[in-house]
């Protein structure tokens, strides 16, 4: 071995790993730091020159840090000479045979270093990276070592160790790790395991509480280093917090002069989109309010018209406009406002929004019972010889409840049926892709909120229900983080993979003409999922309605015995009558499987 000159040397031909000049940050901030470690090999060139056939990331290094004035141009380079004719066969040998330093030997490294009293910064100097870097790797050197044996022999990947690092128990640790087996450590399910009993900064009751309150009131929080998701440790405080903040509502609902007020989590559907409400006639203003109006408007107009000539505000100015258009706006809202005698007979329901906002539906009435006249379906003297007007069975809203139970029933059954939800999926596709006026069986949005937001009864069914235990199931078993789903999919057997698929095309079924042809592909038995009760259909229909059905269902005795009750005593007592007897309006009759009862009742 000699020495030479760094001016004398340069990257041979013959050298068969083709380099990247960028891609020797590191190396160099280590050769500023501990000096060339390993000699290059060289062959002898033209003009006093020699090529260097093995080192060249090295060397450009080294020419690097001349160029930078780290180092002189003549710096003294260790190097070995060999034969021209040996070229090629030194260079492939030291690139093919070369084995790359296995991370778990790195991160023990910077282990040491650090426990030597090193500094992360310096670390990181010292190896040209980031100190954000250093500092992940510190961390995973700190699992627990029965983990990190794993992990060093190629049996746990670095995606699953980084997961680890959610804890610095080594309990939890070697707990998780035992839970999973030898063949199911995967990050997702790492992950999974450790954040149970956790809540994610992304959750509804976080955002609704929010993070400073949280920790203020003493709660803690961890971070991942390997990932943006912030996990809140205390959900019985969360929990705490909330019912707090949503009682604080409404008292001071309650302090404005509402009728009642109801406090829940979450809003139904039917509260929001179909209670009965009144709608505020707005509150006029006083004369006082009538007076700042008019100054302010005034006001507002000598700005808007200086900000038209181009004359530039100053901040004080600007500031002063801000205030004058707030103060507008909330004269001008006061249009919109409840007046004390409205809040008096109406009530408000305050709920979290699905952002984490508070949400607040005001004016609402209570729900009352409709009487029907003593004298049958409403008529009077005046039209009782008028013929009556044909009707439909029922109406065009209890059709679409009817029909949302058996979208929802559908659902249920789809989910467990992966082949029908994949040929579903399949054909929907096909239909829109290469049929003019294609049918479409599944909304391809992906929402199951189409049923529940368009129905007042489905929500809280049976098959409702057990959708949304579904859905938890799912949400429990997919990794936080939406990246790693991939790899997750890719891990699953066929047959939970095929699941999966099912449960997410049932999320696509709405309220749809095409339901009844699935619906006989599926065997959806409805008598299953659905039976008349006064929620769902007999408070809905007529009391005429509901003693021709007993009287169809029972026997003609069954139904003159509760004919002389008021409407809800004959629902009641019409419920318990037809209880068990597996009926089934028209509307839901759909397929060999619905048809048995009423072809009993017929014969």
């Known amino acids: ?53 093995a080192g060249g990331r090295r060397l450009l290094a080294l020419q690097a840090l001349a160029s930078q004035g780290e180092i002189s141009a003549d710096y003294e380079v260790p190097c070995v000479i060999r034969e021209a004719s040996d070229a090629v066969e030194v260079s492939l040998a030291e690139n093919a045979m070369r084995k790359d330093m296995h991370p778990a030997d790195q991160y023990k490294a910077f282990k040491t270093m650090k426990d030597e009293g090193r500094s992360e910064e310096h670390i990181a100097a010292s190896f ?199 103060r507008l706006q909330a004269l001008n809202d006061k249009e919109n406002e409840f007046s004390p005698d409205e809040k008096a007979k109406a009530g408000v329901h305050i709920s979290m929004g699905w952002r984490g ?24 003297e005046e039209n009782s010889d008028a013929p009556a007007p044909v009707k439909a069975e029922h109406s065009q809203a209890l059709q679409r409840e009817l029909a949302g139970h058996c979208g929802a029933a559908l659902r249920c059954d789809m989910m467990d049926n992966a082949a029908l939800a994949r040929d579903t999926l399949i054909v929907t596709l096909a239909a829109q892709a290469f049929y003019r006026f294609g049918r479409s069986y599944l909304s391809l949005q992906s929402s199951s909120m189409n049923i529940t937001y368009t129905t007042e009864t489905v929500e809280g069914s049976l098959a409702d229900t057990l959708f949304n235990e579904r859905m938890a199931y799912w949400k429990e078993q997919l990794p936080t983080e939406e990246s790693e789903l991939f790899s997750f999919i890719k891990e699953m057997e066929n047959e939970q993979r095929g699941l999966l698929l099912a449960f997410l095309v049932s999320r696509m079924i709405g309220v749809s003409s095409s339901n009844a042809e699935l619906m006989e592909k599926a065997n959806t038995d409805m008598t299953t999922w659905w039976k008349p009760t006064i929620k769902n259909y007999l408070g809905r229909i007529s009391k005429k309605q509901i003693l021709s059905l007993v009287e169809k269902l029972c026997d003609r005795r069954k139904a003159q015995s509760i004919e002389g009750m008021k409407k809800a005593a004959l629902q009641e007592a019409a419920e318990k009558l037809i209880d068990g007897k597996n009926w089934l309006p028209a509307e839901m009759r759909v397929g060999e499987v619905n048809k048995p009862a009423e072809e009993a009742l017929a014969a």
Request: include cysteine.
């Open 1 to 53: 071995m000699q020495t030479i000159t760094l001016n004398k040397l340069t990257v041979s031909p013959l050298n068969v790993r083709k380099l990247d000049a960028s891609d020797v940050t590191e190396l160099k901030a280590s050769i500023k730091s501990h000096g060339l470690i390993q000699n290059l090999t060289v062959i002898k060139g033209k003009k006093g020159k020699f090529e260097v056939i």
């Open 128 to 326: 040209g990276v980031p100190a954000l870097h250093v500092k992940k790797m510190l961390k995973l050197a700190t699992v627990s070592p029965v983990i990190f044996e794993q992990f060093a022999a190629g049996l746990i990947d670095l995606e699953a160790i980084k997961a680890f690092t959610m804890t610095d128990e080594h309990a939890k640790q070697e707990e998780v790790l035992l839970a999973l087996g030898d063949d199911r450590v995967t990050a997702s399910s790492v992950r999974r395991l450790l954040s149970e009993g956790k809540v994610t900064d992304n959750d509804l009751i976080v955002q609704f509480v929010g993070k400073d309150a949280y920790l203020k009131a003493g709660g803690a929080v961890e971070t991942d280093l390997f990932s943006t998701t912030v996990h809140f440790t205390d959900k019985p405080l969360l929990e705490t917090l909330k019912n707090a903040k949503l009682e604080a509502l409404k008292q001071a609902a309650l302090a404005e002069g509402w009728a009642w007020v109801i406090v829940e989590d979450t809003v139904s559907s039917h509260t929001r989109y179909h209670a009965p409400r009144i709608s505020p006639e707005g509150v006029p203003l006083t004369e006082t309010e009538t007076e700042e109006y008019k100054r302010l408007d005034a006001l507002d107009d000598e700005y808007r018209e200086r900000v038209n000539n181009d004359d530039e505000l100053s901040s004080d100015e600007q500031e002063a406009w801000d205030k004058v258009t707030a």
């Open 357 to 380: 906002e508070t949400l607040q539906i005001c004016g609402l009435l209570e729900e009352a019972e409709e009487e029907e006249e003593e004298n049958g379906e409403g008529t009077t």
